[in-house]
């Protein structure tokens, strides 16, 4: 069954596309994985099955015994295009949510170390937990958001989206000038620092603060 998004405040639900991803767009972050700011965007994809909704189970698969949180502001499309420029950008959002991009460490490291891509890693299924979409009349500055992920109760991430390196507008126009954007693809915007493992019967909750949340507990498979 194809997964869809949810947009707040409304019966509609769109059907989810493509699931972007960057990596390393908080410097703080990229400061405690021991690696270099990129000169352009690194960016990775997850398949529509990696998707789950609010209140339900994250899985770690059985070949991985190290699994991080890692906590971003969502950006949902809403209109196709191509070829966007900055300017435009915000044109083509549809809206805004909260999501996580859980991560098998472990096996993240072994394909950093063997120069191997991250899909195994990064695109697992429930990997890529998502909340209802925020519409973008509702948040006047993307840029000026609070996001946080905490962990049992203790709060193990938390920054501001100002403090993004490449900004949605600039994030939308890269990927365009690759991609055809479509209406429900999803681009996770990177993460600040603060990552951190998760074990079964954790509870993890992330925060688009003052807007929406998602809430989860870890098993393992």
Known sequence: MMKTIQLNGSEKRVHAGKIFCLGRNYENHVREMKTDVPTRPVVFLKPST?????????????????MHHEVELVVAIGKEGKHISSDNAYDYVLGYGIGLD???????NEAKQQGLPWSVAKGFDTSAPISE???????RDPHALEIRCS??????????????IVTIDRIISYLSSIFTLEVGDLIFTGTPEGVGEVN???VI???LIGFTKITHQIQAA
């Open 50 to 66: 990696a998707l789950l909704g609010d209140g339900e189970t994250i899985v770690r698969p059985a070949i991985s015994g190290n």
């Open 102 to 108: 859980m991560t098998l460490r472990d096996i993240q």
């Open 205 to 207: 909750v992330a925060e």
């Open 200 to 202: 079964a019967g954790d």
């Open 151 to 164: 962990v049992n109760g203790t709060i193990r991430q938390q920054s501001s989206t100002r403090n993004m």
């Open 133 to 139: 979409i925020i519409p973008k009349d509702r948040i």
